[in-house]
């Protein structure tokens, strides 16, 4: 599983997690509801400065997420290798 991937995962399970919709955590973050999707779906990498903005509307510490993306990076890989 790649980075952007794994991010986009990890992304999406804290905005579930504080129940909003992606349309909540841009708005709150000040981004395009479009790029958030593109995040979401691993389809972009974001920048440093996207992942500050997202992590202080989520309220989350910047360093959790980045722990939480290397640890669920291995995991998501051996899951995919299993379906296949």
């Known amino acids: ?17 504080k129940g909003w919709s992606q349309m909540k955590l841009a708005m709150e973050a000040g981004l ?21 903005v997202l992590c202080r509307a989520l309220e989350v510490p910047v360093a959790a997420l980045i722990a939480s993306v290397e640890l669920a990076k291995p995991l998501l890989s051996a899951e995919l290798h299993r379906q296949r």
């Open 32 to 52: 395009h509801l479009n790029a958030l999707g593109h995040l979401e779906r691993g389809e972009r990498t974001p920048s440093l400065h996207t992942v500050f």
């Open 1 to 17: 599983m790649d980075l952007p991937t794994a991010f986009g995962v990890e992304l999406r399970k804290l905005r579930k997690a």
